[in-house]
């Protein structure tokens, strides 16, 4: 094998076993094995079971980034939009199951970026423009904008790492049901929302 060669198969190997296992349940020793060579090439080429961690979970946030970056940028009505959104990460989910569990984990301690919650977060600020035109076709505070597309997105990352593992429902009907609370609350959204209970806050 090249050096070129041997660096993806590690990186297919500790993806597979990050998946398994999880960051702190494998360890260099079992990827070396798996991979058929010894630690020192594990160490070589990423300098340790973290470096090797951290490009898995960076191609596995590019290749979902780009899915749904692509669904947000396409025209369309909002309502298509939020509906092409849902679908981008379902597909993800469909295609990459492996990377999407190892993205749903908790990252090694000490890392503060490349979290699935991080990535939601930047997908929720591309989803805000969408959401601002919506609001100020209403009439409502375009300045909510942002906290709605936190929502929108949280509801929509939350049913995938469901269905993840409770396949009962088909993909498109998964997202039309998604998009149907999503769609049809974002209708009706009262001016000034309010709870109807008291609370402390």
Do not use: C
């Amino acid at each position: 094998m090249t050096g070129k060669q041997r660096r993806e198969q590690l990186v297919m190997v500790g993806r597979k076993l990050f998946a398994e296992r999880g960051f702190e349940g494998t360890s260099v020793e079992e990827i070396a094995a798996a991979a058929g060579v010894s630690k020192p090439v594990v160490y070589e080429h990423f300098g340790g079971k973290e470096g090797l961690y951290a490009v898995v979970v960076d191609r596995e946030i590019d290749a979902l980034l780009a899915a749904i970056q692509g669904a947000l940028t396409s025209p369309g009505t909002s309502r298509q939009i939020i509906e092409r959104a849902a679908l981008a990460l379902l597909d993800y989910i469909e295609g990459s199951t492996d990377g999407f569990r190892i993205l749903v984990r908790d990252s090694p301690p000490g890392q503060s970026t490349g979290t699935f919650a991080s990535l939601m977060s930047d997908v929720a600020s591309q989803v805000e423009h969408i959401l601002v035109a919506a609001f100020k076709r209403h009439r409502l505070d375009p300045k909510a904008a942002p906290m709605y597309a936190q929502m929108l997105v949280g509801m929509i990352a939350m049913t995938g790492q469901w269905w993840l593992d409770s396949r009962k429902f088909k993909k498109h009907e998964v997202a039309a049901h998604v998009v149907n609370l999503a769609w049809n609350g974002l209708t009706d959204l009262e001016r000034k929302p309010t709870l109807t209970e008291p609370f402390d806050d």
